[in-house]
């Protein structure tokens, strides 16, 4: 992704500061899945991605996080199976 298309997609994150950002993830999840979702995303960081895709429609920012991303980072720190 060029750094200009970048920054254009993230600006309604990012201008609003670190911890507004994940306010706005927090507040998705809440309107969609009150306040144990909210409870369960931070009782395993790991599902807050997955968890905001499938609540964003609830959010005031049109942004959803790629599926495989937010997939891989649910995983994290789970062993593979060999």
């Known amino acids: 992704m060029p750094d ?3 920054a254009e997609a993230s600006s309604p994150f ?6 507004a950002t994940g306010a706005v ?3 998705a999840i809440e ?5 144990a979702g909210v409870m369960d ?3 395993d ?3 807050l991605l997955a968890a905001y895709n499938d609540c964003a429609s609830e959010s005031t920012v049109a942004f959803r996080f790629d599926s495989a991303l937010a997939d ?3 995983h994290m720190g789970k062993s ?3």
């Open 4 to 6: 200009e298309a970048f």
């Open 14 to 19: 990012f201008d609003m500061g670190y911890h």
């Open 25 to 27: 993830l927090l507040a």
């Open 31 to 35: 309107k969609k899945r009150g306040l």
């Open 41 to 43: 995303v931070l009782a």
């Open 45 to 47: 960081p790991r599902r």
């Open 72 to 74: 891989q980072v649910a």
């Open 80 to 82: 593979e199976s060999r």
